[in-house]
């Protein structure tokens, strides 16, 4: 089953039509200046005749703006998950391009079952060496590979920590994101912290994880503790890609007979 790549925000096209003018810009926005300083005028002249039906309406009217401000940060956060492709809006469909080149990772022998990692022959892949989009396409392919269901690369802009999305063999929703650090970067808890704040509550995730190609900090692996998210650090996705390390939904397994 190929790997669906979404990025967080497609851009779309403009319509394109007559310039408006700038002498009518300035008329309409002078007219509505206009009413809401006739308005204000109005609505002073009333409150000076009526003050106490005046200041109930205030008093009614400042919980409707507290709501209206309080709601906008959480529509907000909607509609970027939603072009983060987590909550598709109604009447929106982003494209899913195909990514340029994903890299090659050898499919599991006969030996392998219930999605758990079996021993491969070498090399598995250089992990360094790949771009950021490469490195998030050969997690993909290897969470695929080891029996992975409706594998999705979705890192980009908007992706809210997530880059890949999959169904783990036993049915979880596993949400993955990729840090590909040098050897002298680790990834620190903050990294952690900010994953830790929409693995759960956006993403929906039954199983998180951080792959790295580097090492995470004594603080990161406690706060992952702590939050239920698997670390993998370089040398576990080394192990991972050649089989003989676990996937991060269970352990190595191979059939004797």
Sequence with gaps: MPIRRTRGVTPRPRATGAPRSPLLALALAGAVIGAAVLLFVRFAHWAGAHPVTAVLLALLALPVLYVLFRAMPRARELRRAARAGMIPPAGEEEAAPE?????????????????????????????????????????????????????????????????????????????????????????????????????????????????????????????????????????????????????????AMLDTA
Excluded: N
Excluded at 149 to 168: F, I, M, R, S, W
Excluded at 198 to 208: F, K, R, Y
Excluded at 211 to 224: D, G, H, M, Q, R
């Design 99 to 251: 990514p340029a080149s994903a890299p090659q990772v050898p499919p599991a022998p006969a030996g392998a079952h219930d999605g758990l990692t079996a021993v491969l022959p070498p090399p598995a892949p250089d992990f360094s060496a790949l771009d950021p989009d490469g490195f998030e396409a050969a997690v993909a392919a290897l969470c695929e590979r080891d029996g992975c269901q409706e594998v999705e690369v979705v890192g980009g802009a908007g992706d809210l920590g997530a880059d890949v999305l999959a169904t783990a063999p036993d049915g979880r929703r596993v949400v993955v994101q990729c840090k590909q650090y040098g050897p002298d970067h680790k990834v620190g808890s903050q990294d952690l912290q900010r994953f830790g704040g929409t693995c759960w509550t956006v993403h929906g995730a039954q199983l998180a994880a951080v792959v790295t190609t580097s090492e995470f900090t004594a603080p990161a692996l406690e706060y992952a503790e702590t939050c239920g998210i698997r670390c993998v650090d370089g040398t576990a996705l080394a192990a991972w890609a050649e089989g003989s390390g676990a996937a991060p939904w269970g352990p």
